[in-house]
C-alpha cells in the first residue's frame, strides 16, 4: 500500500473545505465542519499528515490510509481505527 502523499494534499490549501470523520461501524458522527487549510506536512515522526487551520489546531490522518481522491474531494479510510476523514472543497458564491 502507497502512503499518502504531501503533494496529492497540497491542493487544498487556501481554499475553504468541509472535513467529515465518519465512523464505519456506524456510532455517532460529528457533524461536518468548515474550515480553510492554512497548511499540510507530515507530523515529526512521520506517521500521520496533519491539516492545519491555524497555527494550533489540525486535523491529523494516519499516512497508511487507503486513499480516493478527485479534484474536488479527498478521502482516507484508516482500517486500524475504522474512521474515513474526507476534505471536500467548498464552492464559494
Known amino acids: 500500500m502507497e502512503l499518502i ?18 465512523d464505519s461501524e456506524g456510532g455517532d458522527q460529528a457533524p461536518a ?4 487549510v492554512k497548511k499540510v506536512q507530515y507530523c515529526p515522526d512521520g506517521t500521520h499528515i496533519r491539516y492545519y487551520f491555524d ?4 486535523l491529523a490522518v494516519p499516512v497508511t490510509s ?3 481522491q478527485s479534484e474536488n474531494q479527498w ?3 484508516d482500517q486500524e481505527s ?3 476523514y474526507t476534505v471536500k ?5
Do not use: H, N
Open 5 to 22: 502523499k504531501l503533494e496529492d494534499v497540497e491542493r487544498f490549501m487556501g481554499v475553504p473545505v468541509e472535513i467529515t470523520i465518519q
Open 33 to 36: 465542519v468548515k474550515k480553510t
Open 55 to 58: 497555527d494550533f489546531y489540525f
Open 66 to 68: 487507503e486513499v480516493s
Open 75 to 77: 478521502s482516507a479510510f
Open 82 to 84: 475504522g474512521l474515513t
Open 89 to 93: 472543497k467548498v464552492q464559494v458564491f
